[in-house]
């Protein structure tokens, strides 16, 4: 079974920082792509961050320069560091990965964590 593991939300100051991580759990054949999705009330999901497993990285625009993210392939596990947080950024975070759990599944299948709040307010 494999399932995606998040930490690391809370609440925040405008202008501060914080740190999630995201690891999978479970077994797992290979994994592919790796990214940070939010989604804030009222409003679609939206990518903030992907990472693939060739180590290409892309962001959304408005978290250019202020959002890292990072992966530990030996882990399985993905990272997303957020500094000079906005009130904006309030959402539900979630991590996701492209994954075949065995080697049987011919297809990859999209796995998701079951969400971090992040709120930035003063």
């Known amino acids: 079974q494999v399932q995606l593991v998040e930490s690391g939300g809370g609440l925040v100051q405008p202008g501060g920082s914080l740190n999630l991580s995201c690891v999978v759990s479970?077994?797992?054949?290979?994994?592919?792509?790796m990214g940070w999705y939010r989604q804030a009330p009222g409003k679609e999901r939206e990518l903030v961050a992907l990472v693939t497993n060739g180590g290409n990285i892309n962001y959304v625009d408005s978290v250019k320069d202020r959002f890292t993210i990072s992966r530990d392939t030996t882990k399985n596990a993905v990272y997303l560091r957020m500094r000079s947080l906005k009130p904006e950024d309030t959402a539900v975070y979630y991590c996701?990965?492209?994954?075949?759990?065995?080697?049987?599944?011919?297809?990859?299948?999209?796995?998701w964590g079951q969400g971090t709040q992040v709120t930035v307010s003063s």
């Open positions: 479970g077994t797992v054949f290979s994994v592919g792509n």
């Open positions: 996701n990965c492209n994954a075949r759990a065995r080697r049987t599944n011919l297809r990859a299948s999209t796995y």
